[in-house]
């Protein structure tokens, strides 16, 4: 508990810090930058497809295979110990949007409706990594468990990167930056603590990002009544279908 705060801390000092010394003030955001945040282009979903596609044909390519083990073997020489900051600093990203609000800096969306951006986007995370890791069952280095692909820490961090970006890009674009690099020091943590492959981190991340593009875009489509339609309904409901290998089911979100 006392490192994910020390992270924490360190991560909205730095973000802080960025928002006072950057020229777009985040008093002067326009309530208009909130549609721009639900548009989505094709750009967009291009380095988080590519970081996903490299990951997957890494699975059924021996050449890609070859190169992650020999990376992970490269990075690996040498250590004994683990340093397990990678278990609190995948939260770090997304905390760090809430302790923005608490210190007085505004993002694009209210308490309420970024919670439920949150919530889609971590449950589409959630689905999405796990199917994956019971279908195709990797090997992690360490030999403990065949849950290795994709990565959920990274997943996780990379979600919570993308959604500090979203909310806090018309403030400074280094805020999101910095979100990133958290997420990117999670997943080199995963690969020097043993527990995962290179191939895995950059799936792990893939999915992470297109998780939070997803909701970003789906929200006000499902949800009607939030505040960046305003417009009023009684109550909303989505439901996503998955499948783990073993088993189908549903997972659902309401909102009255």
């Known amino acids: 508990m006392k490192i994910v705060l020390m992270v924490l801390i360190s991560c909205l000092v730095t973000c802080k810090a960025i928002a006072q010394g950057d020229s777009l003030k985040y008093s002067s955001v326009k309530i208009d930058s909130v549609d721009n945040t639900h548009n989505l282009k094709l750009k967009h979903f291009i380095a988080p497809a590519i970081c996903l596609g490299v990951g997957v044909l890494s699975i059924g390519s021996d050449w890609l295979n070859h190169q992650t083990h020999e990376i992970n073997e490269e990075l690996r020489e040498g250590i004994d110990s683990k340093f397990s900051i990678d278990d609190y600093s995948q939260y770090v990203p997304a905390l760090s949007v809430y302790g923005l609000n608490l210190i007085g800096i505004k993002g694009v969306h209210d308490f309420k409706d970024r919670t439920m951006i949150l919530a889609m986007s971590a449950i589409t995370m959630g689905i999405v990594t796990n199917t994956m890791k019971r279908t195709i069952k990797e090997m992690r280095p360490d030999g403990t468990t065949n849950n290795s692909f994709p990565s959920g820490h990274t997943a996780m961090a ?61 929200y006000p489509k499902i949800f009607k009544n939030a505040d960046c339609q305003k417009k009023k309904h009684s109550m909303q409901f989505v439901a996503m279908p998955y499948y783990d290998g073993n088993g189908a089911g549903c997972a659902g979100l309401v909102r009255f």
């Open 158 to 218: 990379f979600m919570g990167a993308e959604f500090l970006y979203q909310e806090y890009r018309n403030v400074s674009p280094w805020i999101g930056v910095a979100g990133y690099a958290v997420a990117a020091g999670t997943g080199f943590f995963r690969m020097y603590n043993n527990r995962h492959w290179l191939n895995d981190i950059l799936a792990g991340a893939g999915i992470g990002i297109l998780s939070t593009k997803f909701s970003y875009w789906l």
